[in-house]
Antibody, heavy 118, light 107 residues
Framework: QVQLQESGPGLVKPSETLSLTCTVSGASISGYYWSWLRQPPGEGLQWVAYIHSSGSTKYNPSLKSRVSISVDTSKNLFSLRLNSVTAADTAVYYC????????????WGQGALVTVSS | DIQMTQSPSSLSASVGDRVTITCRASQSISTFLNWYQQKPGKAPRLLIYGTSSLQTWVPSRFSGSGSETDFTLTISGLQPEDFATYYCQQSYTTPPTFGQGTKLEIK
């Protein structure tokens, strides 16, 4: 049973950097693509970025200048950093496994609410 | 970005009803269309991929169809556990994009 668990601060100040980690259990991170998605409260879903276990990445162009994603295969986890945050970045952030290079997510974490506020 | 538009935004139905949710893409996406089910406070779950292929956990009362720009999700014989919000999502190109969601409520 593949399980994903997001972790990180739930409150970030405006202009600072949001950092989240997704720890994968029940399966190896190797050989798969792993994504971050987010959902502002009461709103729809937005894909943020993905990384393959090899380190190749792809970002949403609307966020590309502020986002970075990394992977640590030795610890079976991957991470997200989003800098210069504003209130518009307040959302539940989900990590998820992609079935392949195509954008289909079959396993998801429970989500982590990150609020941007001073 | 490809815009995905779902209709209706909300829908009231009764247990046993047959319901259809539509999703329209702003340009052709072939059959690269997925559906997700989300319940309050939970992560979305992949329901249907590639327009019509059901995930292993999905009962056969769910079905999907369509191609190019117009797609449908049909639930035949609503069950209490089906009341949720449904999102369509295109996986044709980067960035993948979602519809705004259809909230299916009990009448």
């Amino acid at each position: 049973q593949v399980q994903l668990q997001e972790s990180g601060p739930g409150l970030v100040k405006p202009s600072e950097t949001l950092s989240l980690t997704c720890t994968v259990s029940g399966a190896s991170i190797s050989g798969y693509y792993w994504s971050w998605l987010r959902q502002p409260p009461g709103e729809g879903l937005q894909w943020v970025a993905y990384i393959h276990s090899s380190g190749s990445t792809k970002y949403n162009p609307s966020l590309k200048s502020r986002v970075s994603i990394s992977v640590d295969t030795s610890k079976n986890l991957f991470s997200l950093r989003l800098n210069s945050v504003t209130a518009a970045d307040t959302a539940v952030y989900y990590c998820a496994r992609q079935t392949n290079w195509n954008y289909e997510w079959d396993y998801w974490g429970q989500g982590a609410l990150v609020t941007v506020s001073s | 970005d490809i815009q995905m538009t779902q209709s209706p935004s909300s829908l009231s139905a009764s247990v046993g009803d047959r319901v259809t949710i539509t999703c329209r893409a702003s340009q052709s996406i072939s059959t690269f269309l997925n559906w997700y089910q989300q319940k309050p406070g939970k992560a979305p779950r992949l329901l249907i991929y590639g327009t019509s292929s059901l995930q292993t956990w999905v009962p056969s009362r769910f079905s999907g169809s369509g191609s190019e720009t117009d797609f449908t999700l049909t639930i035949s014989g609503l069950q209490p556990e089906d009341f949720a919000t449904y999102y369509c999502q295109q996986s044709y190109t980067t960035p993948p994009t979602f519809g705004q969601g259809t909230k299916l409520e009990i009448k």
